[in-house]
């Protein structure tokens, strides 16, 4: 049991540069989400998923996009990388409603540097 | 939507000593209350939670308190150790799936 994996650790991209930050859970969890920290703002909501087939916006989703092909894989990707989008990235997870679990696992992070 | 606010932004506390970090909501349908703790390059780890049907939960040195009325809740911690040192986020979930966090508290605990 794995927990949620996040890959890569760390990523340094040019400006315009595209890609995806992989998001993978092994505990059935049908609630996925991304959240980015930058310092001074906490954790910050991009997108999320109640389950497979099933994505929605959060607080700050502008260039970023997600699709939710499986229950266990929830990847990010960014389209058209700007230095704006240097943070550390978090995927989340937890099972839904009619859980009376309401706790959130946290991945280990990736920390992303857009130059 | 909820908005979740998170007081004070850094604290520094003698070891041994209580520390305290509060958090207000705005959403009164909030139904849960979890405290985070992210040690330096680690991920957040749930360290306590809340369910707005209870006003206090206690685990060991850990407490927190939940006021609906007021619309607050807050991190007690006694007899402080280094240890404890990070960074704690309190969050609120307001109806659906959507957690929202505060902005962090930074704690350090000086021996």
């Known amino acids: 049991n794995a927990g949620v994996t996040q890959t890569p650790k760390f990523q340094v991209l040019k400006t315009g540069q595209s890609m995806t930050l992989q998001c993978a859970q092994d505990m059935n969890h049908e609630y996925m989400s991304w959240y980015r920290q930058d310092p001074g703002m906490g954790l910050r909501l991009i997108h999320y998923?109640?389950?497979?087939?099933?994505?929605d916006q959060g607080e700050v989703p502008n260039g970023y996009n997600v699709s939710r092909s499986t229950t266990e894989d929830f990847p990010l990707r960014l389209l058209s990388a700007a230095p704006s989008q240097t943070s550390v990235y978090f995927c989340?997870?937890?099972?839904?409603?009619?859980?009376?679990?309401?706790?959130?696992?946290f991945g280990s992070g990736t920390r992303l540097t857009v130059v | 939507g909820e908005n979740v606010e998170q007081h004070p932004s850094t604290l520094s506390v003698q070891e041994g000593d209580s520390a305290v970090i509060k958090c207000t909501y705005s959403d009164s349908a909030s139904n849960y209350f979890p405290w985070y703790k992210q040690e330096l390059g680690k991920r957040p780890q749930l360290i306590i939670d809340?369910?707005?049907?209870?006003g206090e939960k206690k685990d060991q040195r850990i407490a927190v308190t939940l006021n609906k009325t007021a619309k607050h809740f807050s991190l007690h911690i006694t007899e402080t150790q280094p240890e404890d040192s990070a960074v704690y986020f309190c969050a609120a979930k307001p109806p659906g799936n959507k957690l929202v966090f505060g902005a962090g508290t930074i704690l350090r605990v000086k021996s």
């Open positions: 998923s109640v389950g497979a087939g099933i994505t």
């Open positions: 809340i369910r707005s049907n209870v």
């Open positions: 989340a997870s937890r099972l839904t409603l009619g859980s009376a679990n309401y706790g959130y696992t």
